[in-house]
């Protein structure tokens, strides 16, 4: 058969290799899908429509019957229950039952109404003695359950109507008692009476109110109480709405009460203790609460949360008022009570230590109270990535500031050691308590030292505290033993498995180095305190060892100052690398601190502050900047020998002079000093020279006492006589940056700044001035 050139002739073919029934069949259940999804769609908006008009019909019918009820009760008690008699609170009167169905918080003459209820209700008690009586008749148990609902429901309706009328009442909740005749009073007597923990139903109604979370109603009730009080002059003490807090706080599970755990996000500790300044506006409260063992209670409930507390914490009220800070003023300023209790325990101490740690490692705006540029801590404050740290309210800021004060740090660390012996440790390491005392003082320590200024803190842990020798024995036991224990289990911010020695030594070396700088020479060395020589030569090996570890071995990072790790998230956590970068930074200025003793007086070899890796390798890399020997240098130059000091800087200026030295023919940096004030016209005229003025040529002009300009042309002589005449002032122990030893030796005065207020710019500047002089007559500069 051949093509006729018909197109319509032709056969189509299928090429989707299914033929056109069964694609219809596919197109017709794709329709009937379609249509049933739609006729479910119809069913399920019918039906909540049918359930929306039932829901509205059912609250049109129960306003109905309500208003019917309330009418009823106007007439047989009064519009505002002013006919009540005492039957009416008994099992027998169903006026409870119905003033509560139909009361309404929103409605001024029921609140009016309730209100009135209170004040009968508290004279019929006064008058009987006996409130669960007035509710049960004469047998409570065979009327409980009935009782119990209608106390929780009324309890539970007064709370409702302070809190709904919270922002009208807001000047009365801080009332006394005696001040009956306004509206909030009677209400908050009522709970008073209702909730104390001798009545038996007292634990059921707390309970009713955990899961009814009363206690956040509760917290905005006093939020709005204390809305002004900045301006707030508060009245006596007692308040109607304290004593209601004094009540609630009292139910902690332990005997005479039974009440049982509920969810942390709606207790006593996370919904009022995070009230910005509870205590300035409750005093009484806080007697009680840190005087009880309530204390120890809510903190050691709060402890078990970590590090998950925040998580269970209401919204912050601002920015500048988180909600982690307002409980920590709060546990600060009551801690210190409780740990002058003679009955204070040590698991007291470790939880509160932790509760303490967390919360202050929670948040970076807490840097801001030390202001103030640190040796320890960092360098330069600047940085290439900008976190923006919103800045904490003021007045919490100090009061977080003024708790963690010398007596509180001296109380927590007594506590902590005061079964731990500081001598005769033993043979096998430290034990788990002196584990856990040591893991929780040094993770609270190192959050207060890059938080408060250490100038008020430093002095009472070094010579009022066993500090110093407990944290030595703990780290020789570790060293000696070989043991790496963990800190983690302690310390919960820790994101790995830190060594044993890490936070310790971030700890010990500071307060050790702050002892050195007040101790005299016969303490030092003759009476070995706070430790002894032998001890001394000792730390020396183990810090060596350590900041050799650090810088070289287990090098992560720079190793040259650092600044606060920046904070992205609400709750921080430390890395490892930034203790290390921190431990690295205090072992360093602990080591010459030593260093400068030993130079005073020997009392161990040179060699021992010596690295043991230090060969030709680790030299050639160290005249390279940016390498890792190079920070080496940088940082702890100590650790390399003094002859291969000299070699690194013979080299490294012969490079420089290379670079530098047709440019330096040109320089030409001119001063006119003044004889009887070289130092210090040098001081104000060459410290702000940059490094390549440094370099360069230095021409000096002397000026007599009459403005003259001496003979003379600066061909280096010049130069020459004014640093011997410059290093003669300042060397001399008259002028007091230096002080003599006992075989005429030279070594930095500890009290210059006491006679010098810029006497630290000083030293800097005479130690430029040496190396310039090195660099001119070209013989090594010995203090390198």
């Not at 019909?57 to 208003?67: A, F, H, I």
């Not at 790790?565 to 970068?581: D, F, G, H, N, Y």
């Not at 075989?743 to 006491?754: E, F, I, T, V």
Request: hydrophobic share 40%.
């Amino acid at each position: 058969m051949f093509f006729s050139g018909d197109p319509s002739t032709r056969k189509r073919i299928d090429l989707g290799g299914r033929s056109s029934k069964e694609r219809d069949r596919k197109n017709l259940l794709e329709q009937t899908r379609l249509e049933r999804n739609r006729r479910m769609w119809l069913r399920q908006q019918n039906s909540a429509a049918i359930k929306i008009q039932k829901c509205y019909r059912g609250r049109k019918v129960v306003r109905n019957e309500q208003s019917k009820l309330r009418e009823k009760c106007h007439k047989i008690y009064g519009k505002y229950c002013q006919n009540l008699d005492r039957s009416a609170f008994g099992p027998d009167s169903d006026f409870l039952r119905q003033f509560l169905f139909f009361f309404n918080a929103e409605n001024n003459d029921d609140v009016l109404a309730l209100v009135n209820i209170c004040r009968l209700l508290q004279q019929f008690v006064q008058q009987s003695g006996d409130v669960v009586r007035l509710f049960s008749g004469l047998d409570y148990s065979s009327t409980c359950p009935l009782v119990n609902y209608r106390v929780k429901q009324l309890v539970y309706t007064c709370i409702r109507a302070l809190h709904q009328n919270r922002n009208q009442l807001k000047d009365q909740f801080l009332l006394v008692p005696e001040e009956s005749s306004v509206t909030a009073i009677p209400l908050l007597e009522v709970l008073v009476l209702l909730i104390d923990i001798k009545l038996p139903w007292s634990c059921k109604i707390v309970g009713h109110m955990f899961q009814n979370n009363a206690f956040g109603l509760l917290r905005e009730i006093i939020l709005t109480a204390k809305d002004d009080v900045d301006n707030r002059i508060y009245p006596a003490k007692g308040s109607s709405l304290e004593r209601v807090l004094t009540v609630v706080m009292c139910h902690i599970g332990q005997k005479p009460c039974i009440c049982s755990y509920f969810d942390p996000r709606y207790d006593f500790s996370s919904q009022i203790l995070t009230i910005p300044f509870l205590w300035n506006a409750f005093p009484d409260l806080r007697q009680v609460y840190a005087t009880q063992g309530l204390n120890q209670h809510y903190v050691h409930q709060m402890a078990t949360l970590v590090p998950d507390l925040i998580n269970f914490l209401p919204k912050d009220i601002s920015d500048e008022i988180p909600t982690y800070a307002c409980l920590l003023g709060n546990i600060l300023e009551t801690a210190g009570i409780a740990l002058s209790q003679p009955d204070c325990s040590f698991d007291m101490a470790m939880d509160l230590a932790a509760i303490a740690t967390f919360l202050l490692e929670s948040h970076p705006s807490l840097k801001l109270l030390n202001k103030k540029e640190n040796s320890v801590t960092r360098e330069d404050d600047t940085g290439d990535d900008e976190v923006m740290e919103v800045a904490l309210d003021r007045k919490l800021e100090q009061q977080i500031c003024n708790a963690i004060d010398t007596r509180f740090l001296l109380q927590l660390t007594n506590i902590l050691f005061r079964d731990i012996s500081s001598v005769n440790g033993s043979d096998y390491g430290p034990d788990d308590r002196e584990v856990a005392a040591v893991g929780a003082i040094c993770g609270f320590l190192y959050v207060i030292f890059n938080t408060l200024p250490l100038e008020r803190i430093m002095t009472v842990l070094a010579y009022r505290t066993e500090l110093v020798p407990m944290l030595w024995k703990f780290m020789k036991q570790c060293h000696e033993n070989k043991q790496r224990l963990s800190l983690s289990e302690w310390l919960s911010y820790l994101s790995g498995d830190a060594p044993g020695w890490l936070l310790p030594l971030a700890v010990f070396c500071p307060v050790y180095k702050h002892m050195l700088m007040i101790v005299d020479n016969e303490e030092f060395y003759e009476q070995g305190k706070p430790l002894s020589l032998e001890d001394i030569r000792s730390l020396i090996i183990l810090l060596k060892q350590v900041l050799w570890q650090l810088l070289w071995v287990n090098h992560t990072s720079s190793a040259t100052p650092v600044k606060s790790v920046p904070v992205t998230t609400v709750s921080k956590r430390q890395s490892i690398e930034a203790i290390q970068q921190r431990v690295s930074i205090v072992v360093s200025e602990l080591l010459s601190q030593l260093q400068d003793w030993n130079n005073r007086r020997q009392f161990t070899s040179p060699t021992d502050f010596h690295a043991d890796g230090v060969n030709d390798s680790f030299i050639s890399q160290a005249l390279m900047e940016k390498t890792r020997a190079n920070e080496v240098l940088k940082q702890a130059a100590l650790l390399i020998p003094f002859t291969s000091r000299v070699k690194i800087f013979t080299s490294q200026l012969a490079d420089v002079r290379q670079q530098h030295g047709s440019q330096a023919l040109f320089t030409r940096n001119r001063f006119r000093i003044r004889r009887d004030h070289i130092l210090e016209d040098a001081y104000n005229q060459m410290s702000q020279l940059s490094e390549d003025d440094l370099q360069g040529l230095i021409r000096v002009s002397f000026v007599n006492e009459f403005g003259v300009e001496e003979a003379g042309i600066d061909g280096g002589g010049i130069f020459k006589d004014f640093m011997e005449n410059i290093t003669r002032a300042a060397f001399d122990v008259q002028y007091g940056l230096f002080k003599e030893t006992a075989d005429h030796q030279l070594y930095p005065n500890p009290g210059s700044g006491m006679i010098h207020e810029q006497h630290l710019q000083f030293f800097h500047f005479l130690g430029t001035l040496l190396a310039k002089v090195c660099s001119c007559f070209r013989f090594p500069l010995v203090l390198f």
